[in-house]
């Protein structure tokens, strides 16, 4: 995660960088049919698996989450048309029928989280700045017990 503003820079160089000053970026892709405010919507629901891996943000984190929908392929695009009035249709997922989706973006959401802190391995930074990999084997115990 990587820090950034002047308050970041200032303690990063002082070695007192607080805990949380980190960001997150989270993209959510669906092919489901959605309106712009529904991936809005599935967006706000990211900081919810975020939250089921432990992590609560912070003042000093700087969080974006993205959400898209490749569904409706050029039905968005504005288009010229002679002077008569162009009328076009749009599908999307009924409001009632959106929790499904809900759902799967937060249990998205933490299953990335689980798979990076997994995944991550011991790694030196600038300026000499050191990560270390979490034990394995204690992942897997704190998840299954």
């Not at 002679?82 to 009924?94: C, F, G, K, P, R």
């Not at 959106?98 to 011991?122: G, K, Q």
């Not at 790694?123 to 897997?140: I, K």
Request: charged fraction near 15%; proline fraction near 4%; hydrophobic fraction near 45%.
């Amino acid at each position: 995660m990587e820090s950034s503003g002047w308050f970041a820079k200032e303690h990063e160089a002082a070695g007192t960088l607080p805990g949380g000053a980190g960001s997150v970026i989270v993209i959510v892709a669906t092919d489901a049919p959605m309106l712009p405010v529904q991936c809005e919507a599935l967006a706000r629901r990211v900081p919810l698996g975020l939250a089921r891996t432990g992590t609560t943000g912070s003042h000093f984190s700087g969080d974006i989450f993205l959400a898209f929908s490749t569904a409706n392929e050029g039905s968005l695009a504005s288009r010229m048309s002679d002077e008569t009035v162009a009328v076009e249709t749009l599908s999307y997922v009924a409001w009632g029928s959106i929790d499904p989706f809900f759902e799967a973006v937060v249990e998205a959401t933490e299953e990335a989280v689980l798979n990076a802190l997994v995944a991550a391995r011991d790694v030196t930074g600038r300026n000499g700045h050191q990560s270390f990999a979490l034990p394995h084997g204690e992942v897997r115990a704190a998840f299954t017990g």
